[in-house]
C-alpha cells in the first residue's frame, strides 16, 4: 500500500493551460506539504496544511492554489502555466507540523 | 539565501570504505535536522535524524554527527555498499516554524 500518493506520475502540458496535481496519504497523518524541486535541485517548501488549514504559504505566485478537500488529500491547481513552472513537485506528509514527513513519488511536470 | 548548504554536489567511494556526507548551515535558530535520501523517480525517504540537544546519533550503518559551534553535520556510512547510491539531501528545521528547510543534495556512488 502506497504511504503517499501521487496522481500523475507526469505532466506535460502547454504554457497557459491551468493543470492540477492530486496528492493522498493513507497514513492519517494531520499535516501535508507541497515541495517544488526545480532544475537546480533545490527542494522548497511552497505550502502546508495542517487538518485542512493553510499553515505555511511560502512566496508562491497566486497562480498556484492549493486545496484540502479532507485531512488525507491535498491537491495544487496551477492556473496559467509558465515554462519556469517546470520541475519535479512532490507531496509530503506528516503527523503533525515540523515532524518526520513522508514523501510521495513526484510529479514531473514540463511545460512547452 | 541558503540557509542549508551540502557544497558537495557529488562523491564517489568503494564499496566496504566510508563515506563522508556533509552538511552547513547558517540559521542558528535550527534545532532539529535529517538526512533524507532518494533514488531516482522516487520521493525522498528518512534516514536518520538529529536533535540539537545531541551531538551524535546512529543506526546500523549510519551515523550523523551535529557540530552546532560549527553550525555542521555530517552523515557517516561505513561500511558503504552500492545500494546507498543515491542522492542524499539534509534538512533542518526551527522549533514552531512547521518546516524544513533543505540542502541541494549530494550524489553518493558507491562502486563495486
Known amino acids: 500500500d502506497t504511504a503517499v500518493s501521487q496522481t500523475p506520475k507526469y505532466l506535460v502540458t502547454q504554457m497557459g493551460n491551468d493543470k492540477s496535481i492530486k496528492c493522498e496519504q493513507n497514513l492519517g497523518h494531520d499535516t501535508m506539504y507541497w515541495y517544488k524541486q526545480d532544475s537546480k535541485k533545490f527542494l522548497k517548501i511552497m505550502f502546508s496544511?495542517?487538518?485542512?488549514?493553510?499553515?505555511i504559504n511560502e512566496t508562491v505566485p497566486n497562480r498556484f492554489s492549493p486545496k484540502s478537500p479532507d485531512k488525507a488529500h491535498l491537491n495544487l491547481h496551477i492556473n496559467s502555466l509558465e515554462l519556469g513552472d517546470s520541475a519535479v513537485y512532490f507531496c509530503?506528509?506528516?503527523?503533525?507540523?515540523?515532524?518526520?514527513?513522508?514523501f510521495g513519488p513526484g510529479t514531473r511536470l514540463l511545460v512547452l | 539565501d541558503q540557509q542549508v548548504k551540502q557544497n558537495s554536489p557529488s562523491l564517489s567511494v568503494q564499496e566496504g570504505r566510508i563515506s563522508i556526507l556533509n552538511c552547513d548551515y547558517t540559521?542558528?535558530?535550527?534545532?532539529?535536522f535529517l538526512w533524507y535520501k532518494k533514488y531516482p523517480a522516487e520521493g525522498p525517504t528518512f534516514l536518520i535524524s538529529?536533535?540539537?540537544?545531541?551531538d551524535k546519533n546512529e543506526d546500523g550503518r549510519f551515523t550523523v554527527f551535529l557540530n552546532k559551534s560549527a553550525k555542521h553535520l555530517s552523515l557517516h556510512i561505513v561500511p558503504s555498499q552500492p545500494g546507498d547510491s543515491a542522492v542524499y539531501f539534509c534538512?533542518?528545521?526551527?522549533?514552531?516554524?512547521?518546516?524544513?528547510?533543505f540542502g541541494t543534495g549530494t550524489r553518493l556512488k558507491v562502486l563495486a
Open positions: 538529529i536533535s540539537s540537544i545531541k
Open positions: 509530503a506528509s506528516s503527523p503533525g507540523g515540523g515532524q518526520l514527513q513522508s
Open positions: 534538512a533542518a528545521s526551527a522549533s514552531g516554524t512547521y518546516k524544513y528547510i
Open positions: 540559521n542558528s535558530m535550527f534545532d532539529y
Open positions: 496544511y495542517n487538518n485542512k488549514e493553510l499553515i
